[in-house]
C-alpha cells in the first residue's frame, strides 16, 4: 500500500539562463506508515521532489498523486520540516505551535501540549526561540509540524545545521514518534548514514541525467 505515487516525474525551471531540468522522468512510490530517505548529491533534485510531495510546488509534468489523487497543493494533511526552523521569532514555543493550527483548533491547548510534550520540550513552553538550542528549535519545529496530524511528514535536511550529538539525539527521538505515532516520514539529506540510520527504504538520487536507484529494505537491525 502506497501512500506516494510519482510517476514520469519531469520538472523544468525556467530561468533567464534558460531551462534547467531538475526532475527528469522519475517514477517512484513511498509506502504508507514507511520511513524512506532519499539521499544523493547537492542539485540532484531532492529538495524539488520533496516540495512537490509536499505540494509546495504544482508546476510539473507527469503525475504526483497522494492516496490516488493528484496532489492539490500545501495542506495539512502534508507536514514540512526545513533545515531552519523557521520559527516565529516573537512567539513562544507554545504559541508558534498554536499558530499553525487551522481555526478550529487554535483554541486546544491540550492538543498543543501533547505534541510539546511528544518531542521532550516540556517545560519550555513559554520559552522564545532565540532562548533555545538549535535542536531544541527544530524539535518545536517537529511538534508544529506534527500538530496538524498529518498523513506524511516531510523533512529537508532537518538536522544539516545541528552538531553531531544533538543529531543523534533528535535522529532517535524522530524514530521513537515515527513509532508511536504511525506517521509516513520521508526525509531528505545528503548524509548517507543518517539516510540508512532513519530509513526502512532508501532512494538514491544521482546527479541529473543519472537515473534514480531505489533500494529496498535496507535492514540494519533498526529498531
Ligand atoms: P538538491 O535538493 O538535491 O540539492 P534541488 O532540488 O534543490 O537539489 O535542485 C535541483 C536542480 O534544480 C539544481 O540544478 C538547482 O539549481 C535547480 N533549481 C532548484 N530550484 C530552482 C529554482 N527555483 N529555479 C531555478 N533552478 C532551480
Ligand atoms: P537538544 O536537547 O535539543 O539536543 P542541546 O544539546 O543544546 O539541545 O541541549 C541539551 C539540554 O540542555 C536540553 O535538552 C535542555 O534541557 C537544556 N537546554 C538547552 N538550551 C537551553 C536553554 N536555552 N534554557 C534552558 N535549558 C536549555
Not at 54 to 59: K, R
Not at 86 to 102: C, D, H, K, Q, Y
Not at 192 to 219: C, F, N, S
Request: glycine residues 10%; aromatic residues 6%.
Amino acid at each position: 500500500d502506497d501512500i506516494i505515487d510519482i510517476r514520469h516525474l519531469t520538472k523544468v525551471f525556467h530561468t533567464d539562463n534558460g531551462d534547467v531540468e531538475a526532475l527528469h522522468d522519475v517514477t517512484l512510490n513511498f509506502p504508507r506508515g514507511g520511513f524512506t530517505s532519499i539521499i544523493g548529491p547537492s542539485g540532484c533534485g531532492k529538495s524539488t521532489l520533496l516540495r512537490i510531495i509536499g505540494g509546495l510546488d504544482t508546476d510539473y509534468d507527469g503525475e504526483a498523486l497522494m492516496d490516488g489523487q493528484p496532489i492539490p497543493g500545501p495542506g495539512r494533511d502534508k507536514g514540512f520540516v526545513f533545515q531552519d526552523h523557521r520559527l516565529l521569532p516573537w512567539l513562544s514555543v507554545r504559541e508558534n505551535i498554536r499558530f499553525a493550527l487551522p481555526p478550529e483548533h487554535k483554541k486546544d491547548d491540550e492538543l498543543i501540549q501533547s505534541n510539546i510534550d511528544l518531542v521532550g520540550l516540556t517545560g519550555f513552553e513559554d520559552a522564545l526561540p532565540k532562548q533555545l538550542s538549535g535542536g531544541m528549535s527544530q524539535r518545536v519545529a517537529i511538534a508544529r509540524a506534527l500538530a496538524n496530524r498529518p498523513k506524511i511528514l516531510l523533512l529537508d535536511e532537518p538536522f544539516g545545521a545541528l552538531d553531531a550529538i544533538t543529531k543523534i539525539k533528535l535522529q532517535d527521538q524522530l524514530l521513537r514518534i515515527w513509532q508511536s505515532e504511525h506517521i509516513t516520514m520521508v526525509i531528505v539529506t545528503h548524509d548517507i548514514d543518517e539516510a540508512v540510520y532513519l530509513g526502512q527504504t532508501v532512494v538514491v538520487m544521482k546527479p541529473h541525467p543519472g537515473e534514480i536507484k531505489r533500494v529496498e529494505h535496507i535492514d540494519l537491525g533498526w529498531p
